[in-house]
């Protein structure tokens, strides 16, 4: 038998989705809508303004890449026990069992898409002395202020057993979200002096390719317990392992864009004794 079987407390299957929820309200749903699609707006106009100063296009790429995720929804919804309940709006795609509703392509794009942008212009601003950690926190707050709202209103739901919850949203959740932007945005940093030219199209890619290596890098314990149904000491011990990779990946950015090394130099500098 396998170890998840041993400490499962029921057949070791995923467990089935809320079929028949609804949305809470088609005005809710909405005003949800058109506030994602200002949001979006005001990313894109962001993503000019810094591209037009930085005369380069890659924050514009970046907010293109981040709408290209909207492909890994689905997948990911399917790992992650998330389910949309039937609503008004078009489905923007259907597949792996989720009808994933128009809206998330805005919310999909500014979340990922202005978070990366964002995250490459402050490195490419600060370089070394960007506050990795302080850029992962206001990441993972992004996450906070928007999904816990769109739960209470009945707008998607997490089913599934995913441990500890704030206002039904799963707490480890925001902490893999954050590490996604955190992956992508250190990606473009560190690659922006091959985007030149025509290159600077392959944006659109890094960007997807970033969220999702720490999509599953971070969610796969998470995602294993989740298709298996375990008891719950097993879901907190596994929801602890993916925050710690999410911190994992976070550190591997602070190495990779030199941020490591350059708070290493201010404590060794900080050491040494003043010469008189």
């Known amino acids: 038998m396998l170890l998840l079987d041993l400490l499962s407390v029921n057949p070791p299957i995923a467990p089935e989705p809320p079929w028949d929820l609804r949305v809470g309200g088609e005005l809710s749903e909405y ?42 929804e689905p997948l990911i919804d399917s790992h992650l026990q998330v389910w949309w309940p ?11 069992g989720r009808d994933v509703p128009l809206m998330i ?18 490195m490419q601003k600060n370089g070394p002395a960007s506050k990795i950690w302080t850029l992962y926190a206001i990441e993972v707050g992004s996450a906070l202020a928007l999904e ?12 599934g057993d995913h441990g500890l919850r704030m206002f039904g949203y799963p707490v480890w959740w925001p902490f893999v979200g954050g590490a996604c932007c955190m992956a992508a945005g250190t990606l473009v940093y560190v690659l922006a002096p091959y985007l030149t030219g025509w290159r600077v ?4 890619l890094i960007v997807p390719i970033g ?4 999509y599953w890098g ?12 375990p008891g719950r000491p097993v879901v907190l011990l596994a929801s602890a392992f993916s925050v710690g990779l999410c911190f994992l ?26 010469a008189a």
């Open 218 to 229: 971070a969610g796969w314990p998470m995602f294993t317990v989740l298709n298996t149904e």
């Open 105 to 122: 392509l805005f919310v999909v794009g500014w979340y990922f898409g202005l978070n990366a942008a964002m995250r490459y212009r402050w």
């Open 31 to 72: 005003l949800f809508f058109a506030a994602n699609v200002l949001v979006f707006v005001g990313s894109v106009v962001y993503a000019a303004v810094a591209g037009r100063r930085g005369k380069t296009l890659i924050p514009l790429m970046c907010m293109a890449g981040g709408t290209l995720t909207i492909f890994l």
């Open 148 to 159: 816990p709202p769109a739960i209470q209103l009945g707008l998607w739901h997490y089913y």
């Open 249 to 274: 990946i976070v550190w591997m950015c602070t190495i990779a864009t030199g941020h490591y090394d350059y708070r290493a130099e201010q404590r060794r500098a900080a050491k040494e004794p003043v």
């Open 86 to 96: 039937i609503h008004h709006q078009p489905d923007i795609l259907s597949a792996w």
């Open 211 to 214: 969220v999702s290596a720490a």
């Open 201 to 204: 199209l392959n944006v659109v």
